[in-house]
């Protein structure tokens, strides 16, 4: 017996309340034809994510948007691999190569395959994740300039001691010396201090000049 | 970049990082001092490290006469002392001062008559307690473009281990040969005696 169930495009899509989820939910989510790659659907999110309309996007190819692929490889249906929450790029209407957490699945619907290909945005938590190894490093770099110039003003004024009863060098000669390993002493404990006020006052960013030096612009 | 064999200082201009313990590096700058100098090079040392007066005195105890080398001394002011008339020294206010250090470099090497010179940068792990990282990078490439255009070589002591290894790296790749301290000292060790 013939299965008369309605295609995607025939009727399942157009069920008001399937619609009005479809359309609400926080995801991008897009229906693709698995034959011939064309966006059968997209919902809400995806369309705002994409930056065009749908009318615009229905019927292209998803290689336009969603996949970086070349037509005849496809990640799902040429070489078979899974996505599930995997780390994806979906391209912008302007070229805008925005970071997303995709999961494909496979839906047959009366005798058409579907992709079912879902995805979140995740720029907010990219860029975390950057601040967050931007800011270690900008730590370590700060606990560095403090702990080598540590030992050697240490090894300075063990090698200043000898020289005191010597009689090589002069009172003001070995002030001097002291001098200097305790100015360097305020210096290194004046870049705790900011460290310290940086950390208290929550600072989420780097300084410019220190992203410059890591990003090398 | 290759970290075999010593310091050369008789043929092209080379640049080179020199690293040691905390310890050492006070040794390590005389034995560079005395390498140049048994090389036919005139020394330029950059002291942020030790007054100028201090470096003087501890030159004269191992042989070394104040004529033989030039001084840019970035401490003395910094620490209260008295800058001493030299036409080998010259004063910077402060380590931080970048504008003024990369003037004094800049000016002395032009009044060294000798053929044959370097600068002794002491040391780059002094430097960064002044100023950033980021800083530091800067203003150490305007040094190594300023003594490749003058035709200087460049010997950068450092603590090892002691800087970001961002700036590590980027030092790594602008100088010709990184030299340890142990390296040095045998060198130094098994040629002593043309070395003084």
Not at chain 2, 54 to 78: F, P
Not at chain 2, 93 to 120: F, M, V, W, Y
Not at chain 2, 164 to 170: E, T, Y
């Amino acid at each position: 017996m013939a299965d008369k169930s309605p295609t995607w495009e025939e009727g399942i899509s157009r069920n008001d309340i399937f619609r009005e989820i479809f359309d609400r939910i926080q995801t991008g989510i897009m229906i693709i034809d698995a034959e011939t790659h064309a966006i059968v659907d997209i919902n809400d999110d995806a369309e705002h994510l994409i930056g065009l309309s749908k009318d615009q996007i229905i019927g292209k190819t998803c290689h336009d948007f969603v996949c970086l692929a070349h037509c005849g490889e496809c990640p799902i249906t040429d070489q078979h691999n899974l996505f599930h929450s995997t780390e994806r790029v979906l391209v912008s209407a302007s070229g805008e190569r925005i970071p997303v957490l995709k999961t494909v699945a496979l839906a047959t619907v009366k005798t058409r395959t579907y992709l079912i290909e879902s995805f979140v945005d995740i720029r907010d938590q990219k860029k975390a994740e950057e601040r967050m190894v931007a800011l270690l490093a900008y730590l370590n770099e700060s606990v560095l300039r403090v702990q080598k110039p540590l030992e050697l003003t240490c090894q300075n004024l063990l090698s200043i001691e000898p020289e005191i009863g010597s009689g090589d060098y002069n009172a003001e000669e070995i002030r001097m010396q002291i001098q200097v390993q305790v100015a360097n002493l305020n210096t290194m404990s004046a870049t705790l201090k900011d460290l310290a006020r940086q950390a208290a006052e929550g600072q989420k960013e780097i300084p410019d000049g220190f992203r410059e030096f890591i990003v090398g612009k | 970049m290759t970290n075999n064999g010593g310091l050369d200082l008789t043929t092209d201009t080379r640049l080179y990082l020199l690293l040691s313990n905390p310890q050492d590096i006070n040794s390590m700058n005389i034995m560079v001092v005395k390498k140049s100098l048994s090389e036919g090079c005139t020394p330029l040392i950059v002291s942020i490290n030790r007054p100028g007066q201090v470096l003087t005195k501890s030159y004269a105890k191992e042989g070394i006469s104040r004529d033989q080398y030039y001084v840019v001394d970035a401490v003395t002011h910094y620490s209260g002392g008295t800058a001493i008339s030299d036409p080998h020294i010259r004063y910077v206010n402060q380590p931080s001062d970048l504008t003024g250090l990369g003037i004094a470099i800049t000016e002395l090497l032009k009044e060294i008559p000798a053929q044959k010179k370097c600068i002794i940068f002491d040391s780059v792990s002094m430097l960064l307690i002044h100023i950033p990282t980021a800083t530091a990078s800067k203003f150490l490439h305007f040094v190594v473009n300023k003594l490749k255009l003058s035709d200087v070589s460049g010997i950068f002591l450092c603590v090892e281990n002691g800087i970001d290894p961002l700036i590590f790296s980027q030092m790594s790749a602008f100088v010709d040969r990184i030299v340890q301290y142990d390296d040095l000292k045998k060198e130094f060790t098994v040629l002593s005696g043309s070395w003084k």
